[in-house]
């Protein structure tokens, strides 16, 4: 059984940082894809960013372009969302999710992950 835990989220203002964590049990983060999704209220569910078994990553080039990394830590099984120069509109619940194959594909629609994290509100203050 796959468990993926996030945590970090919280009230930040305008310009601010914050570090995402997923914490996984039942499915090791360095054998699959794992990424992070956003959805505000009234809002479809967004790619945020992605990394493969083989350390490659994949942005939301047009919502992110280079103000969000995506990282693990093999040993800790944690992956990481370290997110800068945050705006009021990424204000959103923030989700981990793990695709359910080890190919080196990474998907960008929720449908291509299997297991998701309860989620972690941000909210960034203007």
């Known amino acids: 059984q796959v468990q993926l835990v996030e945590s970090g989220g919280g009230l930040v203002q305008a310009g601010g940082s914050l570090r995402l964590s997923c914490a996984a049990s039942g499915r090791t983060v360095s054998s699959y894809p794992m990424g992070w999704f956003r959805q505000a209220p009234g809002k479809e569910r967004e790619f945020v960013a992605a990394i493969n078994r083989s350390g490659v990553t994949r942005y939301n080039v047009d919502s992110v372009k280079g103000r969000f990394t995506i990282s693990r830590d093999n040993a800790k099984n944690t992956v990481y969302l370290q997110m800068k120069s945050l705006k009021p509109e990424e204000t959103a619940v923030y989700y981990c999710?793990?695709?359910?194959?080890?190919?080196?594909?990474?998907?960008?629609?929720?449908?291509?992950?299997?297991?998701w994290g309860q989620g972690t509100q941000v909210t960034v203050s203007s």
């Open positions: 999710a793990s695709g359910p194959s080890r190919a080196l594909s990474i998907g960008t629609r929720p449908s291509e992950y299997d297991a």
